[in-house]
């Protein structure tokens, strides 16, 4: 038997909107001398999707690895639903977050239906025996999670592809089957670690209605990025990490509009940034100018 009993439109891990799933407090990660994440808070409600930003190396992914039990914080608390976080990644999985990663990790010799099937697994409860005899049972709780990977792979928009092998797909279609997978284990929150990296500004925009649609299930998201555009657009509040910690959190206006988050991309310029084109209209203006200054006739009698 499986506890499958969804429907197509919402998810069985869904909270009444405006629930806290996740609640983050305190959480401080240290890799010897190194703190890459320092006393962060963050919570994330049911029907919300927060985004997680800042520069490389601002301890984002470490962060994710806290929330996941990858990494058990040397110090805070991490509570899902109320309930503090077993310090294991397949009983973090269990108790309802699921995750994507930065660089895809899909079995690329399965098939799309089943690499979709090995993200079902936390929810079956039939047995290692079950398993191995394959009774009435078993027979069961397959064609169940047959059916449920089926209307996901429907539902990420890879229907039509669910017999081809994963390895074979375009790289935006493996990125969706990532989230399929996700998806799989009936999570409460989905956490997605660079959704966008490597895609066309279509697979983008297609990523983003995805993710809107997530959350239209009642899935919490928590999403990290480093496309500025697509973070502010999709996002209902969005946390900026800085040398691991904290240092700005609200909706897109309040972020895009502190001083701090900007200075702290200083060297590494926000990507679309909107002040970007008058920058380099100074700066170019500023290099016409200094070009004309040094070929002013005065300019041999000045030396
Ligand atoms: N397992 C580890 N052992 C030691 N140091 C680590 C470990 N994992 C991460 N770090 C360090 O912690 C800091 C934060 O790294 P992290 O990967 O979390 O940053 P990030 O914000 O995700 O960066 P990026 O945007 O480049 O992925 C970095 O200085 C990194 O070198």
Redesign the pocket.
């Known amino acids: 038997m499986t506890t499958d009993t969804t429907t197509k439109d919402t998810s069985p891990g869904a909270s009444a909107p405006g629930t806290t799933v996740l609640d983050a407090r305190g959480v401080t990660m240290r ?2 001398g ?1 703190t ?1 994440v320092r006393d962060v808070d963050l919570t994330v409600s049911s029907g919300e999707i927060v985004g997680l930003i ?10 994710f690895n806290c929330l996941t039990g990858l990494y058990i914080p040397t110090e805070g608390e991490v509570r899902y639903k109320g309930q503090v976080l077993p310090p294991k990644s397949f009983k973090v999985t269990a108790a309802g977050i699921a995750r994507t990663f ?1 660089n895809i990790r899909l079995f690329g010799n399965m098939t799309v239906l089943e690499n979709v099937l090995v993200g079902r697994h936390t929810r079956t409860k039939e047995g290692f025996w079950s398993a191995v005899l394959r009774g009435p049972g078993f027979h069961k709780a397959e064609a169940a999670s047959r059916e449920r990977a089926t209307e996901l792979l429907e539902f990420v928009g890879l229907g039509a592809k669910a017999d081809h092998l994963a390895r074979n797909l375009p790289y935006g279609e493996q990125r969706k089957l990532e989230i399929a997978r996700a998806l799989a284990s009936e999570p409460g929150l989905l956490l997605l670690d660079e959704p966008t990296a490597g895609m066309n500004p279509q697979e983008t925009r297609a990523a983003e209605e995805l993710i809107f649609a997530i959350r239209d299930r009642g899935t919490a998201v928590l999403v ?1 990025e ?1 496309d500025m555009r697509f973070i502010f657009n999709l996002c209902d509040r969005v946390a900026v ?1 800085v040398q ?1 910690q904290k240092l700005v959190e609200g909706d897109a206006a309040t972020v895009q509009g502190d001083e701090r988050v900007i200075a702290a991309y200083i060297g590494e310029p926000l990507e679309n940034d909107p002040g970007a084109a008058e920058a380099a209209e100074v700066e170019a203006a500023e290099a016409a100018a200094e070009a004309t200054t040094d070929a002013a006739p005065g300019k041999e009698n000045d030396r």
């Open positions: 890799f010897g190194l890459a800042g520069p490389n190396g601002a301890g984002k992914t470490t962060f930065q990290i480093h990490l691991g």
